[in-house]
């Protein structure tokens, strides 16, 4: 048994949070196609369900006062005067001393108050023999008990599971109106990045970074078909590329810039953008500290570091959380981390808070967490990793048999 | 902080896997749209990356003999020779006593086997003095080190990560050997269901469990688009239904039959397929208890209970699995459980597992747990719920203040 817990690593962001521009156009859509959408108006609902009293059993419905001290030893003797469909509004009524058979779902006649379940019962034609009293009410639904006219169902702002799905479809709302999805521009810079379907030259390498954000971030949004998709480490390319993206998309994503020089161009130019500005430059987070946020015009720039482990950490950590609050959402979707046991010691630098790539053993209890052997095997390590484990700031490491916890991956 | 763990559910259907017949048709498509699928074939790399030796930062590619003893009271001298690029090959070979300026990502020169980091040295041309001492190999990448040629890179049976697309990406590996999707039919049954965008006549009501199952599997399988969605209570109707689906879908859901009498008629209707058996009648869970689980020539089919609340549950516990492992994925997507403290007492039947739903207070530490008030507002609850607690069978309740489990939603 692993045992978790939660953090929530954009607090850190939190600040900045304000600097960007949430998505605030909606369009409508069928709630088949609203899964992970965010809701952009409150909904209400605009009837009692059911708008009828209803039976939670298959039984009898009775006068709950007819039923009252009945017992296996004194039941209560009641005539039976017909049986519900589950689909008709009962047509008698009950009287005093009567009964009427009713299936689960069933529509409650005038008169009744309360369903006999069919397990304390016996028909003794053309009376109903009942072993049980049922309190007024018992086995039913009131009018308006699963959803109240007026009602608020589900407020702007909420991410819709498939849980949100059923229960708009249950109250008839088969048309949402939600936000947008965010345009999303990603690109990866450096000269020796080239296209994952060539062969790399010299010094080339193909790109990573890339590939992967697209499918990490193409549920979460809109991802553009930016061209080129890999940027020289040219100013007047990198400008062009930026200058354009920032037009369309809502949030832009670049990746690369390895050494200090390329960081400096890519810092160089964000600030040449029209009304931008560096939120921060580096992260205490390794891999994953050379990561640049920015904003221009309202509109999140991510400097991503080129190494793929790096790449991945700083966009997990700070990228999803960042589309997610300009896509609307009220609610950031938590970071889940178990806690377990180191197997092997590993050493980390004070001050940076580090992420180990990390294979877990599930067969002990907390489960053993062996550090993977980071040097070599940068993108092949990271794909084959079970987690992430989180060495804290204040450390210098940790020890064989140390408790640690893990980011699942 | 929340502390969570891991359980399987699944756990209690894998004597029945061997019964379901798991997809076997592939087909090829790019990384750009793998994620989330499975991979059918073990994928290897056909080269080494990198292909020759790598600087991993900014400095001097050197003979690390040249550095032995170097300190900034006796800096080693080295003649700089020239300056590598990062895209080129270089042309000069490193002799004694020489060094070339070497950028992150360069190749190194031949002769040279360590980089000097920029941070180490001053260059007083033509001259480069080195403060440190640097062993052979370091800051440099080997051939190989991150990828070698015939490795295996990721294995068949996995289910596709960005992590994993990012990997495929750099290994030049653009397309990939994919099962196909399941084909998932789902039905809802029960002559008092009507489709969502009808006002329902007396003792009916609107679909919740068809929208909320399509979504909740959407990322999963392709939904067939079944005609009639719902199928009234009738032998004939549904036999004809299911005799149909399972000439397309690989798993068959049918929720609804909330009463006995449908149930026995789902159950009836089940068994008169061709090849087909009854695994499980019930399942300890509440809600989700009116489980059925049975299987028709290898195909899964899945009588879910007509309750929304249960159905999710049970979709969620057992659906949700037994469509990835007819997926082909090697491993079951985990089930995440946070540890809270229970805010008030609730009471349950002992030998059921039951799962509450609940609102989480993640202001305490560990979070508070509060129970919704689930008799009203079935549908209603489970959507605002943020998590179902778990009591296990052997327990008749918890009381205020005690450990709780909860499945997050």
Redesign the interface.
Known sequence: ???????SPSERLTPAYHRFARIKETEDIS??Q??GRVLAKDIYSSEN????P?STV?GYAVKSEDTMGASPETPAMLLKIGEI?????PKEKIAPGQTMYI?????LPEGADAVEMIEYTEEIPPYVEMYRSVAPGENT??PG???KEG?L??SKGTKL??????????????TVTVYRKPKIAIFSTG??IVP?????????????????????F??MGEILNVSPTIIPDEREAMEKALKEALETADIVMLSGG????TRDLVVSVIESMSKSEILFHGLRISPGKPTIVAVAGGKPILGLPGH?ASC?VSAKLIGTNIVEYISGSDRQT?F????GVMKTEVYSKPGIEEYLRVKLD?STSPPTVEPMIT??????T??M?DGLARIPPEKEGLSAGEEVEVM??
Chains 1, 2 share one sequence.
Do not use: C, W
């Open positions: 048994m692993a045992f978790l817990y939660l953090v709630i088949f609203a899964k369900i059911p708008p009828l209803r298959d469909h589950i689909s008709e509004l299936p689960t779902g069933g529509i639904v009131q008990e699963d959803i009602m169902l589900i599971h498939a849980r949100h799905i059923g229960l708009l479809a249950y109250a008839g709302i088969t000269d020796e994952p379907d060539t062969k790399p030259g010299p010094g080339k390498m193909r790109d990573a970074n890339g590939p992967m954000l697209k499918s990490l193409a549920d390895s050494s200090a020089g793929p991945f938590p889940v981390f178990i806690r599930f040097q070599s095997g940068i993108t092949y990271l794909a990793a699942l991956l």
